[in-house]
């Protein structure tokens, strides 16, 4: 199964400050790239997602940079806050074909 | 009820028990799904069925045996388990199979094996 490399493995990062977590896949075939969150105790969540027709993507306080050639994408979280502790996963795919990577858990300090 | 639902919640089973998962969704979707989550591993795609049909089982031991009755129920049913199935398990739905659509998951299902 082709996969997609995530990191870092764990972030720890102050209220109001930039969290960066990156994702590289091998699958060219995929057009497809979301990120799901994951507080504790619940199921992931879509949070945002991305084609790989344009470059970046913003929803609030989340973007998604998408760099095609070098098959990467990150998540950027402006402005981060407590509330946005949890842990996040990429992927790539389709929906019935969706790779996950291995996840990042974010802590964000008071 | 919202959403996708699975029970029970938490199950402690030795190695010789049979249990079973449920999973329910009430989002009128056509597409269902087992993941396995272990942890600071990626998740992994256990099955999937699109309209009561499966429609993809990648290289699961058959001692996970899945069913689907209908387009809202899924459910994965356990024998004989290994201490290293210990997980947790998601059931997410979606509209269809195909394409790039948004899953939906439950709370999951947190399987210990004794």
């Known amino acids: 199964q082709q996969q997609v490399k995530q990191s870092p493995q764990s972030l720890i990062v102050q209220k109001g400050g930039i969290s960066i977590i990156n994702c590289a896949y091998e699958n060219t075939a995929f057009d497809y790239f979301p990120w799901y969150q994951q507080f504790p105790g619940k199921g992931p969540a879509l949070l945002i997602a991305i084609r790989p027709d344009v470059s970046e993507k913003k929803e609030g306080r989340f973007t998604i940079s998408f760099n095609k050639s070098a098959k990467q994408f990150s998540l950027h979280i402006m402005d981060s806050q407590p509330g946005d502790s949890a842990t996040y996963f990429c992927a790539s795919g389709s929906a019935r074909q969706l790779t996950f990577g291995s996840g990042t858990q974010l802590t964000v300090l008071p | 009820e919202t959403g996708v639902t699975q029970t029970p919640r938490h199950l402690v089973m030795g190695m010789t028990n049979k249990k079973s998962l449920k999973c329910e969704q009430h989002l009128g979707h056509n597409a269902m799904y087992w993941y396995k989550q272990s942890a600071k591993k990626p998740l992994e795609l256990m099955f999937v069925?699109?309209?009561?049909?499966?429609?993809e089982n990648n290289s699961v031991p058959s001692r996970f045996s899945p069913e689907c009755p209908n387009s809202s129920h899924l459910f994965l049913h356990l024998h004989t388990l290994q201490p290293e199935d210990s997980a947790l398990y998601l059931c997410?739905?979606?509209?269809?199979?195909?394409?790039?659509?948004?899953?939906?998951f439950g709370e999951g299902s947190r399987l210990t094996v004794l």
């Open positions: 069925y699109s309209l009561e049909e499966r429609v």
């Open positions: 997410a739905s979606s509209q269809d199979s195909t394409g790039t659509g948004e899953l939906f």
